[in-house]
C-alpha cells in the first residue's frame, strides 16, 4: 500500500516525528506550508486565535512521488486544543481522497485528546492509529518508542 506522512511543523517537533515515522515505514512524507507568516510571536498568537476560531489558511503542498495514496498518515502541532490551521484547510480540502487515515500530533503540554478528535471530524474519517507525543519526549529523543509502536500497528493494519 502506498503511504504517505503529511505534517505542518512551526518549530520543528512535528517534523521530526513526522521523519521519524517516514523513516519507519520507507514511505515519502510531505510538508504543509502555512502562506501566512506564522514566525515569532506575533506568528505564535495569532495561530492560535486562528485554531481556536477554527479558521483555515491557504496552504501550498510539497510535491510528491504519487498523486494519491493508500493510507494518509496526518500529523500537527496542538494550537489551542485544536489542529493548526493549515491541517485543518488541508484535511477539508482532501477528504475525499483520504482512504485510510492515522493522526499524530504533538503539544507543549496538556491533553491531545481534543485536537485529534477534532481531525476525525474534519476528515469525517476514523484514524486506524492515533499518536500523540508532548514535546518534553521530542526534546529528550524519548518519543522514538512512541513512533515504533506507533508505525508497526499501522504496519499490522495496512497489510495485504
Known amino acids: 500500500m502506498k503511504t504517505i506522512v503529511v505534517y505542518y511543523s ?14 519507519e515505514l ?5 510538508k504543509i506550508t502555512d502562506l501566512k507568516d506564522r514566525s515569532g510571536v506575533l506568528g505564535y498568537i495569532s495561530g492560535g486565535k486562528d485554531a481556536i476560531s477554527k479558521k483555515l489558511t491557504k496552504i501550498k503542498e510539497e510535491k510528491t512521488k504519487y498523486k494519491s495514496y493508500d493510507v494518509y ?6 494550537w489551542g486544543s485544536n489542529p493548526c490551521p493549515a491541517i485543518r484547510t488541508y484535511l477539508l480540502e482532501n477528504k475525499k481522497k483520504l482512504k485510510k487515515v492515522a493522526f499524530f500530533c504533538t503539544a507543549g503540554g496538556g491533553t491531545m485528546e481534543s485536537t485529534l478528535l477534532e481531525m476525525e471530524k474534519i476528515s469525517e ?10 514535546a518534553a519526549e521530542i526534546k529528550k529523543e524519548g518519543f522514538k518508542d512512541h513512533v515504533h509502536l506507533f508505525a508497526k500497528k499501522i504496519k499490522l493494519k495496512t497489510k495485504k
Open 73 to 78: 498518515i496526518i500529523g500537527t502541532p496542538v
Open 125 to 134: 474519517k476514523t484514524p486506524f492509529a492515533t499518536l500523540p507525543i508532548q
Open 10 to 23: 512551526r518549530t520543528g517537533n512535528t517534523r521530526k516525528v513526522a521523519k521519524a515515522i517516514a523513516g
Open 26 to 30: 520507507g514511505c515519502e512524507s510531505k
